[in-house]
DNA sequence: TCATGAAGGCTGCCATAGCAGATGGCACAT
DNA sequence: ATGTGCCATCTGCTATGGCAGCCTTCATGA
């Protein structure tokens, strides 16, 4: 159970609140879900209300929550009466969550193209220069962390509840085989940077279709560099 | 608080599991799901965990889970030792929620045709041939119900909890304006009826891409003729 | 040997009680 | 009349305990 003491969370985004002063739910929901998508909890581990509050050293109820909020994340999925357990996701998982994400991150764009306002696209101008930045000095990890800046902000730009914390989930699920992707091949840095500066572009235009479009094509391509989607070379096929 | 107490919900693939072995947290959530955007709770309305309790005739607890995934699904906000408000979706609101399920409902139409079994295509026809007889009998409640049932079947066919769980929620939420624009001219059924067909063949076809495409745009147009999203007769404006 | 069933230990679920933080009003001083 | 500090009262949040199902187990009987 020493898994749940771990310390350090690779999301810097959801760092900025406080965390003493966040509620024991939800440092409880962070945690369990920091510790499955490591694999520190791998699938099929049975996780017991009573027992997991004992080894965090809280009440049953804060954790109860958490794991509702897992099984709405789809993370694990609890049999009424029976138990709780970490739910299977192999590939074919990892690349729906994918598909889903790349979709929603397309409608995530085509809002922000509507309504950002001028400081959410400076911000975004600022992102895109550290990504310059630490693409040309090599540091695969700096541009990763401006990269999640850059997508946190377009989130945050829709001012949609329900779309920031569907992405957060989704982003969170498949973070390591994001940075994965990243450290592929000398090529994709690169390649991600131009393709966050034609995102922006078409921000700035206020052209919702045309950011939706690119921000769609940016997931999925990012998706097939990380494994979890085949090679699409032909998208043109068509059903008469 | 009234309110609360009203009998029948509108959502007919729910009401599929026994309503007494549902737990109170989950029938909670559902009645004030359906209490708000039926209208019977306003947005701004002040909702208090214990007092809401009572007028249910049930603990806090339950109440304070079913509050917690509707402030997920972007139906109250709640500040944390402030109170708990239903949250404000005027029309662009439900526009935002609109287009996200647009982009949803393409994904499932996706992953659907990659994994849909022949029992799971054999229901889409039934409801399919459902829809054609009520359209024709001029019974657009029947067409309503059949509408939904096809759709669910579609998000069921994933197997992908977090999309299904996320796409009833946001069918719930723009239920009322789905009616709506079922009902709007004589000549939406019958254009309803031809682009549930598409979709079905895509399905049968095995082509995610025009799948998606067709879902998407079947959901769409569906928003404009609610009157939620303005129609575009053009969409091939793009950023140079 | 094998079916059976009762008991104990699990589980998630719910009710109750008390906590700290935030708010509004009121007395008081300026 | 206005600013100020205190207190009753509200809020969401958490801890504790007990409930009803589910599962395993082992003694009992045929």
Redo the contacts with the bound molecule.
């Keep these: 159970m020493a898994a749940f003491m771990s310390a350090a969370a690779p999301y810097p985004v959801e760092r900025l609140a406080e965390e003493d002063t966040l509620?024991?739910?939800e440092r409880a929901y962070r945690r369990l879900r920091d510790s499955i998508v490591q694999g520190a909890l791998p699938p099929g581990s049975r996780?017991?209300?009573?027992?997991l509050a004992a080894a965090l050293g809280?009440?049953?109820?804060?954790v109860?929550e958490a794991l509702r909020r897992l099984e709405q994340d789809g993370m694990v999925v609890?049999l009424?009466?029976?138990?709780?357990v970490v739910a299977e996701f192999g590939p074919e998982r990892q690349a729906e969550m994918g598909r889903i994400r790349a979709a929603l991150e397309g409608a995530a764009a085509a809002l922000a193209a509507e309504r950002a306002d001028a400081a959410t696209l400076a911000a975004l101008e600022a992102q895109l220069q550290a990504m310059q930045e630490a693409t040309e000095a090599g540091r695969p990890d700096l541009v990763s962390a401006a990269n999640e800046r850059f997508h946190a902000l377009i989130h945050g730009a829709t001012g949609n509840v329900f779309l920031i914390r569907s992405l957060a989930a989704l982003r969170a699920f498949d973070h390591v085989g994001r940075v994965r992707a990243l450290n592929s091949t000398p090529k994709e840095l690169p390649r991600a940077l131009r393709e966050h500066a034609g995102i922006l572009a078409a921000l700035q235009a206020r052209d919702p279709e045309t950011a939706e479009a690119r921000m769609r094509a940016h997931v999925l391509r990012s998706l097939e560099v990380g494994g979890l989607l085949p090679h699409r070379p032909d998208r043109r096929r068509r059903t008469p």
């Design positions: 509620s024991l739910a996780i017991s209300e009573r027992s809280i009440s049953a109820q804060p109860r609890t009424p009466r029976r138990g709780t």
